[in-house]
């Protein structure tokens, strides 16, 4: 999933200081499960805008609702009733989801109430990792089903680098497994540590973010 | 400027809400108290939506956490406390508007202590800064 992380208050008081009603839009979607953008979520950062502002003795009305999801132009539509009377969007789905906000109310100053993190997944309740930088070519399946892109800190196809000791990465101070360790003790579990030898000479890098600004198109499901 | 205290408490923890009315010597300070079905029913977003209505104080009684009735809920709720007063804080309203206390059902002494410290919170801490802010938009419509 996508994961997300709130803003601090103080910034998004900022970028609604103009403003006296505002819709505060979250997503059912990836930031509902990293509890950054769901219904509670909202709510919260309503109640703290609101709170804010009326101390400061400037009161603010805020509109709320959760989006079944926020990068589907069709869930941004049960917003239009919220956005004619309200003068801005906070959007706290994903970066996605105030684009698309910005796509359907082109006269309506929309901004993000999250800063977007990364592609990855729970470690523990509260804890969330990266585990995929979206290259657009995935090669994991070389790699006992690890991602050496997203995880180790120099990218390499043929590691480990000489910075590798005691199964740890030299980044972090100790405290990052170094996955090439980890690529050879699953490697060495499925019997294929011969293919660790196999020497990969390049990585398509032309369908990562090198590449432009990407569309992924499926014809047959093309309208 | 008149004051008011919102108290959620569990049914466990107090089962007659109208003690907590008949222990309150807040004089002029207004209580509401609230029945839950247990502390933890009680989200961070409901703490802040009630003191952004404004109130001036908001507690939460439940039963010590060995004693909860659903086991992990009292120590749930005091979980969501602690990162209510961090929101409290950081948008610069005194976390001490919100505050929690657990007791063993049925020990009145102990609900007497609460409902006595909770008086002396409100009056120690005194009117939201929401109730004492004027509003520009009030101020503005009064020309
Ligand atoms: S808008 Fe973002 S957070 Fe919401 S479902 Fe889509 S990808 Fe996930
Ligand atoms: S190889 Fe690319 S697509 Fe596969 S997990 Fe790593 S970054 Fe993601």
Redesign the interface.
Known sequence: MVIGEAK???EILEMIKDF?KVVVAGCKGCVTVCNAGGE?EV??LA??L???R??????LETLEYTCERQCDPEYIEPLDDLVKDAEAIVSIACSVGPQYCTARYPFVPVFPGLNTMSIGGALEHGVWKEFCQACGSCIIGDFGGLCPITRCAKQLLNGPCGGSSEGLCEVGKGSIPCIWQLIYDRMKNLGQLHKMQEVKLYKNWSTSRDGGLRTTIREELKQ | MSMEVVVFACQQAVPEPDAVKSLWRGGEVRLRVLPEPCSSKMEAFQLLRTLATPVDLVWVIGCEEQLCRYNEGSHRAGGRMAYTKKYLAEIGLEPARVGRSVLTPGDESALAAIIAEISDRVQALGASPLRRAPNTAARRSAK
Not at chain 1, 54 to 59: E, Q, S
């Open positions: 601090p208050v103080a006296k509670k709510a919260i109640s703290e609101r709170i804010a009326k101390a400061a003795g400037n009161d």
